[in-house]
């Protein structure tokens, strides 16, 4: 399989849609379970609403990763938005400071293997996902 | 892309085609609420059995369109959540709280009847000595 990378822009509420759709077809390419395709669309939706909540707008990219024999898919969610104070707070569970939407980042670690978020005031967030193909 | 709500007898049945934006959802919501008192209905039915994501943003709309029509006098009940959509939202910690749902339309058609049944016409009561 070609190792290339997905850019979809996130500007949108129909981006959203776009983002999860091409995640999923990605993740389905690479043979993961129905259960896990939910999974893995349900982050990606979640990470492209925060961007449009946030930021207005950024985008999501998706590629293949290989781990000796394994193989999985990851996901950043990039924006050059405000950024995030306090990162270790909006990761708490429940946390959210937006307008009502009640999951946050908390939720989206729990739907994969691998999490990482990169945010600097001013300078906008990244967040990289992995799911793992058992 | 817009959701045909179609109504049969007391009820209003949304019958959700393929993926929602959040504006999509919005205005099946907004919809719904008001179409409750065009047509007098006493119940309502979303299908989302075509929903393959049910993100945190769809499950409240969800859930805030339900509690609107209980606030406008009907009953509200969602059916076809998928094996995958329903565990993705448990992982999440997504709940529909104090909304009904059912497993398909049928069962869906089911549970307003007996419902709405109960409250129209409420059990003889025992005699008074």
């Avoid at chain 2, 859930?63 to 009907?74: K, T």
């Avoid at chain 2, 409250?119 to 000595?129: D, F, L, V, W, Y």
């Amino acid at each position: 399989m070609p190792s290339q990378e997905i850019t979809v822009p996130v500007n949108a509420d129909i981006d959203i849609v776009t983002a999860r759709q091409k995640g999923r077809e990605l993740a389905r390419d690479l043979g993961f379970t129905s259960t896990d395709l939910a999974l893995i669309a349900t982050a990606i939706s979640e990470l492209a609403r925060n961007i449009i909540l946030y930021a207005n707008s950024g985008e999501i990219l998706l590629s293949v990763v290989e781990n000796g024999t394994r193989r999985g898919l990851k996901v950043v969610a990039r924006d050059d938005g405000p950024g995030i104070p306090d990162i270790e707070r909006a990761l708490e569970e429940g946390f959210s400071t937006s307008r009502s939407l009640g999951l946050g980042l908390s939720g989206v670690r729990r739907l994969m293997d691998e999490f990482d978020i990169v945010s600097e005031i001013g300078n906008g967030t990244t967040v990289t996902v992995k799911k793992w193909r058992l | 892309m817009q959701v045909p709500i179609l109504k049969q007898r007391d009820y209003l049945i949304a019958s959700i085609q393929a993926a929602l934006t959040d504006a999509d959802l919005l205005q099946l919501r907004d919809a719904l609420v008001s179409q409750v008192g065009t047509y007098r209905s006493r119940g309502v039915i979303v299908d989302v059995t075509a929903l393959d994501v049910m993100d945190s943003f769809a499950v409240r709309t969800l859930r805030d369109l339900a509690h609107m029509i209980r606030l406008r006098g009907a009953e509200t009940v969602i059916v076809g959540i998928q094996p995958e959509v329903s565990f993705a939202m448990v992982q999440l910690g997504l709940t529909l709280e104090g909304v009904s749902t059912a497993l398909d339309l049928e069962e869906g058609l089911a549970y307003l009847d007996k419902k709405l049944r109960t409250i129209s016409a409420p059990p003889t009561s025992k005699k008074r000595g």
